[in-house]
């Protein structure tokens, strides 16, 4: 029996063995987005992609492929561009569009195309779905995870809602948290030989604190906590029998 957790990569027999096991949806919301000269631009789906392998290894369940479309905050500026996200963030200098930033959705499409996927997920037979990567997809999917569970048969769970400060990943913008994550996860995808060498000088649109300090250790200690918080949750709820479970 293969045991790739990815659905796309799944023969029926084993799509049926792994749903019988442990009936939970893992959903990366991702991005093609710039993080830093440093990282790759598909860094938010990589590392929500690569955590949820990881909860399906210990919990079982079916890894989704990612979305890469997302919604974010907008402004227009006064020579008629439009700047996305990160683009007119405070660490942006100036205001400018960020090269391979190429992702955004309204709401509205994005929450639709989530919704899909919900209905979807419970006709296949999932009992639970956990979303999980872009910060502005995670508040989306937060907001509306509450209608959905009164009109499909499952459980949503959002890190917003349901995990709070216990969830210890993707909580910066391609800073010391994503980029400790990225290098936990796939290294080759990290060079932070791309950075500044001088501490004086911040990475153009990179929030939160100094990737120059990230390690493929402190983003194993980040994983390994969320992934406790997560247990303990799936648990609380039923989806899993202990937090420890391995389900697969």
Not at 20 to 36: F, N, Q, V, Y
Request: with cysteine.
């Amino acid at each position: 029996m293969d045991v790739t957790p990815h659905y796309e990569a799944l023969f029926p027999e084993t799509f049926r063995a792994r749903l019988r096991a442990a009936p939970i949806g893992w959903l990366p919301l991702g991005t093609l987005e710039w993080h830093g000269e440093h990282m790759a631009l598909g860094s938010d789906a990589l590392i929500a992609r690569g955590i949820f392998e990881r909860a399906a290894q210990r919990f079982g369940g079916i890894v989704f492929p990612a979305i890469h479309l997302g919604p974010d905050r907008t402004a227009s500026m006064p020579d008629g561009r439009v700047l996305q996200g990160m683009e007119f963030d405070a660490t942006t200098v100036p205001p400018q569009q960020l090269d391979g930033s190429c992702y955004w959705a309204p709401e509205g499409i994005f929450l639709a195309m989530c919704e899909a996927i919900v209905a979807q997920a419970a006709r296949a037979g999932f009992r639970v779905l956990v979303a999980d990567g872009h910060g502005p997809s995670r508040r989306w999917w937060g907001h509306a995870v509450a209608l959905w569970e009164s009109r499909y048969p499952l459980q949503l769970v959002s890190v917003a809602r349901d995990l709070g400060a216990g969830w210890r990943c993707q909580n910066d913008h391609a800073a010391r948290n994503e980029t400790s994550l990225l290098l936990a996860l796939a290294p080759s995808l990290v060079d932070l030989s791309r950075l500044p060498p001088d501490r004086n000088q911040w990475p153009q649109g990179v929030a939160g604190e100094d990737p120059r300090d990230a390690s493929a250790a402190y983003g194993e200690a980040l994983i390994a906590e969320s992934l406790d918080c997560l247990g303990k949750y799936l648990h609380r709820i039923g989806a899993i029998v202990d937090a420890t479970d391995r389900g697969s």
